[in-house]
């Protein structure tokens, strides 16, 4: 596709409840990464993809979360048991091989009530 | 732990008047990113420098790198409306994951 995309655009969820949120990145993109944004924040790093190998996770907060991309393109991240500390915007970025710099999708802002 | 920094963390412009803002990180790196984000929307891409003394321009906007210094310059010339928004620098530690600044909100007042 033309971007980096990401659905839903908003969730809210109960307390407790499971999400899935959805990206499909560039065609042909070899690197996928998750951030999380909070309120007022930067962008932090949760989990990196290289194809459907999952590199390096160690930015997930919790075992709560899960990421995977079973076939190298389209990623979920799963959130299970929600909490009200996992609201914010969950940013999807993708990357070419050897390429600087990366396409962010729009995001998925989650609100646990 | 790699931290980057920001300041000023909010910024008011005047029309037509010239700003800086800073970015300095803690560890070496070798990549610098900086990001434009307008409210309720994603990351827009603006720069990546990737040597020290790096020099970028487009429009308005002037990023530069001091890797000596551990220092970014994202310089505003001539402040205009369209450029109110938050900018992030973002500085890749690892196999390209990237660590954030808390971001600069710009807003500019004729």
């Known amino acids: 596709g033309a971007g980096v995309s990401q659905s839903p655009r908003y969730k809210v969820a109960k307390r407790g409840q499971d999400v899935a949120l959805r990206c499909d990145p560039i065609?042909?993109?070899?690197?996928l990464f998750w951030y999380q944004q909070a309120l007022g924040q930067g962008p932090e790093f949760l989990t990196y993809f290289q194809n459907e190998a999952q590199l390096d996770k160690s930015g997930l907060p919790s075992d709560r979360f899960f990421a995977e991309r079973p076939e190298g393109s389209v990623s979920t991240l799963k959130i299970q048991r929600t909490q009200q500390e996992d609201s914010a915007v969950y940013l999807c970025?993708?990357?070419?091989?050897?390429?600087?710099?990366?396409?962010f999708g729009s995001g998925t802002r989650l609100t646990v009530v | 732990e790699l931290k980057v920094e920001q300041n000023p963390l909010f910024l008011s412009m005047q029309e037509e008047k010239n700003y800086t803002i800073y970015c300095n990180y803690s560890?070496?790196?070798?990549?610098l990113y900086w990001y434009r984000q307008d409210p309720g929307k994603s990351l827009e891409s603006l720069f990546v420098l990737l040597s020290n003394g790096a020099v970028k321009q487009e429009g308005r906007l002037m990023a530069s790198l001091d890797t000596k210094a551990r220092l970014s310059t994202l310089h505003i010339t001539a402040a205009v409306h369209d450029l109110s928004a938050t900018y992030f620098c973002a500085v890749d530690w690892d196999a390209g994951k990237s660590t954030f600044g808390d971001g600069t909100t710009l807003t500019v007042k004729p």
């Open positions: 970025a993708s990357s070419p091989t050897g390429s600087y710099g990366y396409t």
């Open positions: 065609s042909g993109h070899v690197s």
């Open positions: 560890t070496t790196s070798d990549r």
